[in-house]
Every structure is written in C-alpha cells, then in structure tokens.
C-alpha cells in the first residue's frame, strides 16, 4: 500500500511542476519546501513538515519515477530494498562518498530479459539497463538455487561493495565484496567477480533460449564491460535479488536505520 502511495505522490507532485525539493531535519521530522509554477507561470513556495519516513518514502518514488525505473521493469520493492541497503552502508563509510551509484540485478527475473539496472541516485539517471548472467549452478533460464560455497557454480544473493580492478581470465574484471554473513561472503575466496562474456548477448538467446552461465559471477555483455565497471568499482553498492520462494535476510535491510542515516545526510546538506 505504501508503495502506491507514495508513487502515486510523486506522480501528482510532478504534475504540479515541482522544480526543486530541499530538506532540512529538526528531530524525526522533515519539512520539505517545495516550488511550485502553476498554469500562469507563477510560482509559489509550499513549506510542510512530513516524517522523516514519508521524506524517505517520497525520495525514493521520486528517483524511480524521474528515472524511469518502471518503464524499464525494475521491481519498485527491489528498488527500495537496494537504496536502503545503501543509505545503511553510507553511514559506515562503507561505499564511496563521491558516488552515489547502486547496482541491481535481479535474479527473480529469467535471464532472457534486462535485469541488471545501474542507477545513479544523484542525478536520477538510469545508467545502464542490460543483460547479466547468473551460476550455472542456479538453474537454466531461471536461477532457482543460491549458494555460499565454493566450487558450487552458483550464484549468492545479497549485498555487495564493489572493490578494485583487474586483469584475468575474462578481461577486465571487479572484485566483489560480500556483506551479508551466510549468503554471499566468500565471494573473494570463490572469485565471484563482474566480467565481461560473449554467452551474455541477445544472440545466444537466440540460439539457446536463455543467456550463457557463469560460476557464481554476475557477467555481463563484453561491449559494456569497460563502461559498466569503471561506472561501478571503487566502493559502490550491488544488490543482487532473487525470488521470494529463496531464504534471505540482510541486516542492511533495516528501514528504520537507514531512514535515520538518509535524514542525518538531509541535514548536512541543508547546512552546507
């Protein structure tokens, strides 16, 4: 219910022609100052004070539909769990300060279909929408299995932070560090990496009905390699989803925390 809430929100407040948003915080409660132009060109300054939750809610609507996230199929629940993940990372330094990019792929989706999305949260901006490959361990066209442990070719659902680059076997190649304990975390000891692979294209779909597979690795098309991994190294966000039916749980899920770092950051930057 919220979630059609607060999109339905943001619809309306787009209609309105809203051309700026700024924050600032004063406890758990947001005022979010809006300008607005109506149907004459004037325009007017709208202040009301909203819970730090509904700002949270309204960013995030906000960026899914400026993006135009929906258009491109991203799951608006995945979307909202991998930006939650991140604002929970950023309060830790964990990600980068300088990039504000999240990573999703989506393994609820078969891999015949665009289920890698690279959003910048900054500018709004769908980076990259493209194809990418799960374990073949995982299943065939549908990954239905997941695994921590090595040598069993599959994928690992969960949070990652992207690391350094190398030169190995598939090219030019990310490391990935795994964040949630039990599901993904030795993805170093398993070289779960992103790589570029010529089984990740809309020609071996069509010769095979499904994407090629990899040994754990979230692959992606060897053309987009280079851009996709310098957009994504050097401490930025990957969430890699898988279907309801597969256990999983993240402490970097909790809303209520990530709610609190998204408002603390709001208020550095009203302040600044």
């Not at 787009?14 to 409660?29: E, F, N, Q, R």
């Not at 350094?164 to 030019?172: M, Q």
């Not at 402490?251 to 709001?266: I, K, N, R």
Request: net charge positive; hydrophobic share 35%; aromatic share 10%.
């Amino acid at each position: 219910m919220r979630k059609r809430i607060f999109k339905g929100a943001t619809y309306i407040i787009l209609a309105l022609g809203i051309t700026a948003l700024s924050w600032s915080l004063k406890d758990d409660t947001t005022t979010i100052t809006q300008n607005t132009k109506d149907s004459t060109g004037k325009v007017s300054v709208i202040t009301k004070p909203v819970s730090a939750t509904e700002a949270f809610d309204t960013y995030i609507s906000e960026i899914y539909t400026t993006a135009k996230l929906d258009v491109s199929g991203l799951d608006f629940d995945v979307f909202r769990k991998a930006v939650t993940g991140y604002f929970n990372f950023r309060t830790s330094g964990l990600v980068s300060s300088d990039k504000q990019i999240i990573s999703i792929a989506d393994f609820n989706r078969p891999s015949t279909m665009k289920r890698l999305w690279i959003v910048d949260l900054a500018s709004k901006k769908l980076l990259f929408n493209t194809l990418v490959a799960h374990g073949q361990g995982s299943g065939d066209n549908l990954a239905t299995g997941f695994s921590n442990t090595s040598e069993s070719h599959q994928s690992s659902l969960g949070f990652y932070i992207t690391s350094n680059t190398y030169h190995g076997k598939h090219g030019l190649s990310l490391r990935l560090n795994g964040m949630d304990e039990g599901f993904n975390t030795n993805a170093l000891n398993r070289a779960v990496v992103v790589h570029g692979a010529e089984y990740v294209s809309s020609d071996f779909i069509k010769q095979h009905g499904r994407l090629g597979r990899s040994y754990g690795c979230p692959a992606v098309p060897v053309e987009l390699t280079p851009a996709i991994i310098n957009t994504i190294k050097d401490k930025t966000t990957l969430f890699i989803n898988g279907p309801a039916t597969v256990k999983y749980a993240s402490s970097y899920l909790d809303e209520a925390s990530a709610v609190s770092h998204f408002g603390a950051g709001q208020q550095m930057l009203a302040g600044s």
